[in-house]
């Protein structure tokens, strides 16, 4: 079964790409990280259409604003991947799975269903404490698109906060790149009241690297 959304949307990869990206289930975007391909700082994870969007959103925010800080970007399409390989045949065995996700970094998830379906899955990886999932806490109502992320903290503002808060090296610039993004918040509810649509900046916002 294929489900896909009626309204256009953003094409990350290639179509050789999308398929090696596919097959695998997992893996890390290079493009879209910072890491240099060494030891990040942070990863941020994403599993579905709007979450990986909002992801890209907020490392594209995390580069204006930190651009010290490394990120590593992983995309999962196939949530079976997460569990241990002696649980499901799709499993990382324990090493490729530290390896993408590190043993001790951050880890900001951003994922389109209910958080603890996340934490059910890597419960028994190395780095499980510092696996912090944001997804669907069943906020929601007539509103705009952008605002249906903001009411379950899943948008890119919410997720850039996650990340002053998590990493250490951040903590002298945190206070104000929070305040920063509860800002950003707060001119995104007050054009949403006033013009009934997500604002330009973020409606039309693509991938500028």
């Not at 903290?153 to 997720?159: A, G, P, S, T, V």
């Amino acid at each position: 079964m294929i489900v896909a959304g009626k309204q256009p949307s953003p094409q990350w990869l290639s179509m050789d790409a999308a398929v090696k990206h596919c097959t695998t289930g997992i893996g890390i975007w290079e493009w879209a990280g910072s890491d240099d391909g060494g030891e990040p700082d942070v990863v941020m994870a994403c599993c579905g259409d709007v979450p990986t969007l909002e992801t890209l959103a907020a490392v594209d925010l995390l580069r204006q604003l930190a651009p010290e800080l490394k990120v590593r970007v992983i995309n999962v399409v196939d949530l079976m991947t997460l569990q241990p390989k002696e649980e499901h045949p799709h499993g990382l065995p324990d090493p490729d799975f530290d390896a993408l996700f590190t043993t001790d970094k951050p880890v900001i998830f951003a994922y389109h269903g209910y958080p603890w379906l996340i934490h059910r899955l890597a419960y028994r990886r190395t780095n499980h404490a510092n696996l912090h999932v944001r997804g669907y806490k069943e906020e929601g109502t007539t509103t705009t698109p952008f605002d249906m992320v903001v009411l379950n903290d899943l948008d890119r503002f919410h997720l850039v906060m996650d990340v002053m808060h998590r990493v250490p090296k951040m903590h002298d610039r945190a206070a104000h790149i929070k305040q920063a993004m509860r800002d950003r918040l707060i001119e995104h509810k007050q054009y949403i009241e006033r013009h009934g649509e997500d604002m330009p900046a973020i409606r039309d916002w693509k991938w500028p690297y």
